[in-house]
């Protein structure tokens, strides 16, 4: 599933390496559970099945974590330098070119966007994008399409690698709650309690007769 994704970004190996922890505990799980050595009972692999379980279980928790701030921290750069790769901040000029831009007709509207898009002109194009609906006239739907022209035109490259980092977040999540659905099978509380009171009582049925001989 996330196979491939790894090699591209230092993201992604990070995910990647938390992503094979996770696998190697679950495919060893699947072994232990399949093999059950020939001096335990049924119940007494049981147990030690479960155990291990929890374990697992308890480690897609901390690997789950671990990975949303992975994730989290990875998604952050990128934003950053496609921030600063096309720099929309409105700077001291941002109402005169507002003002400017209500006052041209709606063809020379769009071909001031398109210069301030080819020209990587942030500021002045956040003068406009970055601004209340109400203050320049235009949708909300105009804005955001504006905005991703010059991210699209001078920022391609770190578009494709947030793209890349939330395919395999989402890669490692899936697998994360299928490992711990699988862990979760191997623990019937009810089952387990059974097995245990048992256990319980027999320890103290041999507790007892150890005793007697004191």
């Known amino acids: 599933m996330t196979e491939g994704l790894g ?13 094979n922890r996770l696998r190697l505990g679950a495919e060893a799980l699947d072994r232990a559970s399949a093999n059950r050595s020939p001096l ?5 692999h049981a147990l030690k099945v479960a155990k291990m379980a ?4 308890s480690e897609v ?3 789950f974590n671990r990975s949303a701030q992975i994730w989290a921290a990875g998604r952050s750069d990128v934003q950053q330098r496609i921030d600063d790769k096309v720099n929309l901040r409105p700077d001291a000029f941002a109402s005169e070119i507002r003002a400017a831009f209500r006052s041209l007709p709606v063809k020379k509207q769009g071909q001031l966007i398109q210069d301030l898009v080819d020209g990587n ?4 194009l956040a003068a406009i994008v ?7 006239g235009i949708t909300d739907a105009q804005r955001q399409a504006y905005e991703q022209m010059i991210v699209a ?3 391609a490259a770190e578009q494709d690698e947030l793209a890349q980092v939330d395919e395999i977040y989402e890669a490692v999540s899936t697998m994360s709650r299928a490992a711990g659905d699988m862990a ?19 320890s103290e049925a041999r507790s007892a007769f150890d005793q007697s001989f004191q």
């Not at 090699?7 to 938390?18: G, I, K, S, V, Y």
């Not at 970055?130 to 320049?136: F, G, H, I, N």
């Open 7 to 19: 090699d591209q970004h230092p993201t992604a190996r990070q995910l990647q390496a938390e992503a």
């Open 40 to 44: 335990d009972t049924p119940e007494a």
């Open 54 to 57: 929890r374990k697992l279980d």
């Open 61 to 63: 928790k901390a690997y």
């Open 121 to 124: 002109r942030g500021p002045e």
């Open 130 to 136: 970055r601004a209340p609906s109400v203050l320049t």
């Open 153 to 155: 035109k001078h920022a």
């Open 184 to 202: 979760r099978s191997f623990i019937d509380p009810g089952a387990l309690s059974n097995i245990e009171r048992a256990d319980a009582a027999a």
